[in-house]
């Protein structure tokens, strides 16, 4: 996820109405937790989601501000695990990433298996993390015994779909 970002693109990645999630940054603005960028261009480092090295600003730039990164930690600490309950009305999301998180490569067969789930569940939560840009497929022809935890063979040749957490799921769960 980009560090800061403009409304047409954050509402494309959630696919929202651009007016909702402008009148939004507007209330969040308001309410001191994202703050205007500034300046009149915006480094990579930045703007993840660009691809140059400098993008220059025919936007209005958003970003969190000290209060909006601290609201976030307290709530992550307060109760990521429920929000997931409650979320994805499953009880098995957050497990479910959390042992994708430690396993490393994994298909939905195995994850089925551990979690004790149907297939058809489990492949639906996966389908939901994907969109929401939590979990990615792993590309490999052939999967490493280390990037492979919860099955110890020296190689796998990737039959199945082999998922893995994407970086914004790995950076949540740093703060657990």
Same mark, same amino acid.
């Given at each position: 996820?980009?560090? %800061?970002?403009?409304?047409?693109?954050?509402?494309?990645?959630?696919?929202?109405?651009?007016?909702?999630?402008?009148?939004?940054?507007?209330?969040?603005?308001?309410?001191?937790?994202?703050?205007?960028?500034?300046?009149?261009?915006?480094?990579?480092?930045?703007?993840?989601?660009?691809? %140059?090295?400098?993008?220059?600003?025919?936007?209005?730039?958003?970003?969190?501000?000290?209060?909006?990164?601290?609201?976030?930690?307290?709530?992550?600490?307060?109760?990521?695990?429920?929000?997931?309950?409650?979320?994805?009305?499953?009880?098995?999301?957050?497990?479910?990433?959390?042992?994708?998180?430690?396993?490393?490569?994994?298909?939905?067969? %195995?994850?089925?298996?551990?979690?004790?789930? =149907?297939?058809?569940?489990?492949?639906?939560?996966?389908?939901?993390?994907?969109?929401?840009?939590?979990?990615?497929?792993?590309?490999?022809?052939?999967?490493?015994?280390?990037?492979?935890?919860?099955? =110890?063979?020296?190689?796998?040749?990737?039959?199945?779909?082999?998922?893995?957490?994407?970086?914004?799921?790995?950076?949540?769960?740093?703060?657990?």
């Amino acid at each position: 996820m980009a560090k %800061t970002d403009y409304a047409m693109s954050i509402a494309r990645k959630l696919k929202v109405n651009t007016a909702e999630v402008s009148k939004l940054l507007r209330y969040l603005e308001e309410a001191g937790l994202i703050e205007r960028s500034s300046g009149s261009a915006i480094k990579k480092t930045e703007a993840k989601l660009k691809l %140059t090295l400098e993008v220059r600003k025919h936007h209005l730039y958003f970003k969190l501000s000290r209060d909006g990164e601290l609201l976030i930690r307290e709530l992550i600490n307060a109760g990521l695990e429920e929000y997931f309950r409650i979320y994805f009305e499953n009880n098995k999301t957050f497990a479910l990433l959390s042992f994708l998180y430690l396993a490393g490569c994994e298909n939905s067969i %195995t994850l089925a298996r551990k979690l004790s789930l =149907p297939q058809d569940i489990t492949k639906g939560i996966v389908s939901e993390l994907m969109d929401l840009e939590l979990i990615s497929m792993c590309m490999g022809k052939i999967i490493k015994k280390k990037h492979r935890k919860a099955k =110890p063979k020296k190689e796998t040749r990737t039959h199945h779909k082999y998922y893995r957490t994407a970086r914004l799921w790995n950076l949540l769960y740093r703060y657990i």
